[in-house]
């Protein structure tokens, strides 16, 4: 008997990203909550000596820790229909540049104030608009359903768990993302995601992460 175990935080989308990997795959797996960034467990300081982050995938005592690696290996490890897509080059790529570029953006604009702030709305803005120009192409202008083209994929299961942060940025950026003008495909893309049995149970809710955002916050800067 085969024994998958999670480490993660309930508000980690990096963690969410493997719980939706695991649940498109149907493999079972025992949950382990963390609670960070002062309580980690042992089990987790030893599985992750390196970073000490969640999420770790343990596959019969075998750790495998970053998000992106974990949602390979769990392409290579289970299942017959690949997340995977056909052009993988691509969507690593993008799913690179959510981790890098995108995501720095969007805490950017959780952690400061003023004229830092504004750029970072800024460069937030500009960061989607390359990722609609990515689903554009990826979906075929719009004829396929995902980023992945007609399959739920690789680059859909990293992005999805950052747009529940989105609420969480225009309230502290006290800004409106404007989706229908400027992002349809995204906008199109989000209720569609939302639609599926995966992302539907493993994404926080809105309201949950605008806590979680207004904690961060306020270690940073005093309103
Ligand atoms: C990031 C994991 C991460 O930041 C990945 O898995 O893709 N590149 C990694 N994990 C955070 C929780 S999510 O905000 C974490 O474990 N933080 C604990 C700490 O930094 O002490």
Redesign the pocket.
């Given at each position: 008997m085969e024994q998958v175990k999670v480490l993660s935080?309930e508000?980690?989308?990096?963690?969410m990203r493997v719980l939706i990997a695991l649940e498109e795959k149907s493999v079972k797996y025992e949950y382990q909550q963390e609670d960070?960034?002062f309580n980690k467990s042992d089990l987790l300081l030893q599985m992750n000596p390196v970073?000490?982050?969640?999420?770790v995938l343990i596959h019969n005592g075998q750790p495998i820790?970053?998000?992106?690696i974990i949602l390979e290996y769990i392409d290579e490890t289970w299942g017959s229909e690949k997340i995977l897509p056909y052009n993988r080059a691509l969507a690593r790529f993008w799913a690179d540049f959510v981790?890098k570029k995108f995501l720095d953006s969007g805490i950017r604009i959780v952690k400061s104030e003023d004229e830092v702030q504004e750029q970072a709305k800024r460069d937030f803005l500009e960061n989607l608009q390359y990722l609609e120009g990515a689903l554009e192409k990826m979906s075929a202008g719009g004829t396929l359903p995902f980023f992945g083209g007609k399959d739920f994929g690789f680059l859909d299961i990293a992005f999805i768990p950052f747009t529940s942060w989105f609420h969480a940025f225009e309230t502290i950026g006290n800004f409106k993302i404007p989706f229908e003008t400027e992002y349809p495909m995204l906008d199109a893309w989000v209720k569609r995601c939302m639609e599926r049995e995966s992302v539907k149970k493993n994404l926080l809710s809105s309201d949950r992460v605008l806590e979680t955002a207004l904690k961060i916050r306020k270690r940073f800067v005093v309103d």
């Amino acid at each position: 008997m085969e024994q998958v175990k999670v480490l993660s935080s309930e508000t980690s989308p990096f963690g969410m990203r493997v719980l939706i990997a695991l649940e498109e795959k149907s493999v079972k797996y025992e949950y382990q909550q963390e609670d960070l960034p002062f309580n980690k467990s042992d089990l987790l300081l030893q599985m992750n000596p390196v970073y000490k982050k969640v999420p770790v995938l343990i596959h019969n005592g075998q750790p495998i820790c970053e998000s992106l690696i974990i949602l390979e290996y769990i392409d290579e490890t289970w299942g017959s229909e690949k997340i995977l897509p056909y052009n993988r080059a691509l969507a690593r790529f993008w799913a690179d540049f959510v981790d890098k570029k995108f995501l720095d953006s969007g805490i950017r604009i959780v952690k400061s104030e003023d004229e830092v702030q504004e750029q970072a709305k800024r460069d937030f803005l500009e960061n989607l608009q390359y990722l609609e120009g990515a689903l554009e192409k990826m979906s075929a202008g719009g004829t396929l359903p995902f980023f992945g083209g007609k399959d739920f994929g690789f680059l859909d299961i990293a992005f999805i768990p950052f747009t529940s942060w989105f609420h969480a940025f225009e309230t502290i950026g006290n800004f409106k993302i404007p989706f229908e003008t400027e992002y349809p495909m995204l906008d199109a893309w989000v209720k569609r995601c939302m639609e599926r049995e995966s992302v539907k149970k493993n994404l926080l809710s809105s309201d949950r992460v605008l806590e979680t955002a207004l904690k961060i916050r306020k270690r940073f800067v005093v309103d």
